[in-house]
């Protein structure tokens, strides 16, 4: 039997744009309100997802979420026919209409929490959309998340999906950001860690104070509940709440893993030392922590560049790679310690830069921009084979693009009713070339 890790990139949306909704987050607060492009934007992540499936790596596209959210508005208390709603929450509520219009479910790490079948006790992958609760924006994702999730892992058989947790800041969940999987080989039983940021129901223990901390520990407590991990292949690590305070929102901005490597920042974890000795004691073999001194690269030249939040890919036994954005490479720093990584005798013999600036200046990097699947081939064989990335997959949806995106996009034309009707068009285009079903509110209705 064979096994591999996918990844399942986010298609980005043709609402794409630049809100600046992230408290927390440093990038995307400082390019709040900035024209975008939609369609280099979506064409840059297309890109990656071709490279790392010519890499030898198995590709899969998330798609996108439906913006702006008219249903969400209407909640609101906004009346009228579509374009009504559209004018009014824009006049009367642009803040709250400008949330309603986010473009941060490109960022599918933070879609779900998934734990491969050879993690569970019923043998089955499990997966649970993250709530968001943290940002009004983001909470507006996990049903339509659930629901593409669903339609590209249908098969009961294989696939075990749950409700996302209860949307209370108390079990605050932010998906893949904040969990990373540990093994020898894919197919074989793992342990996965679980980071959280503060504890809900005890305010006695360490917690930021500048910024929020998104995942609770209680969260994480649930989802392995949810995913029937035994106590034996899982294990609970708290994020420094001072490196949360430099704008550090997620585990995935400041340590990344895979199979037998922790890549990490010297300021990423609390209690460290007890932490991965518990990892590498449940993992049982010995693993690379390579952590990264701030006398190296500092807290601010890490979130700048995404050093961490880069993906850390097996191309064969032993060999892994780090796919990085150019950011990483135009940074001095940053790219001389990266030049001398590749030579320290790890596991990570290479550096691919992608630019993925787009996705770079609204928040997140090639990490964030990806959820990955552990499967073997039999579940690889049961996934929705529309939304795994092949040449024609590839051609397809950059004629798509083409089509129906936009070159630009401001703040203000995402009031434009004309824009409402070009991305359902696209949408509803998209879900039959990707045979998703009726996914969307607007396909429901």
Known sequence: MQHFEVNFDGLVGPTHN???????????????????????????????????????????????????????????????DDHQVLANAAKHAPAIFRACCSASS???????????????????VHFTPANLTNKFHRSLEPETSGRILQAMFANPRYFEHHRHLPDNEHFGDEGAANHTRFCTDYGFAGVELFVYGRHAFDSSKPAPTRYPARQTYEASEAIARLHDLSADNHVFMQQNPAVIDQGVFHNDVIAVGNQNVMFYHE??????AAGFAELEAKLGQPMHF????????????????????TQLVTLKPGHMAIIAPTECEENERVRAYLQELVSMGTPIQEVRYFDVKQSMRNGGGPACLRLRVALNDQELAAVNPHVILTDELFKRLNQWVDKHYRDELSTDDLADPSLLIESRTALDELTQIMHLGSVYPFQRD
Not at 24 to 51: C, R, Y
Not at 56 to 69: F, Y
Not at 290 to 309: C, G, M, Q, R, W
């Open 18 to 80: 630049y809100a600046g909704l992230s408290f927390g987050n440093v990038a995307s607060l400082s390019n709040a309100k900035s024209t975008s492009s939609p369609k280099a934007a979506a064409k840059q992540g297309l890109a990656k997802m071709k490279a790392l499936q010519e890499m030898g790596l198995v590709q899969g596209v998330l798609a996108p979420q439906e913006r702006p959210d008219i249903y969400a508005l209407r909640r609101l208390g906004f009346k009228g």
């Open 106 to 124: 490109m960022w599918t790490a933070n879609a779900a929490t998934v734990s491969p079948s050879a993690d569970t006790r019923d043998g089955k």
């Open 267 to 272: 300021e990423a974890f609390l209690n460290e």
């Open 290 to 309: 390579i952590k990264v001194p701030t006398s190296v690269v500092s807290v601010e030249d890490a979130v700048k560049t995404y050093l961490f939040n």
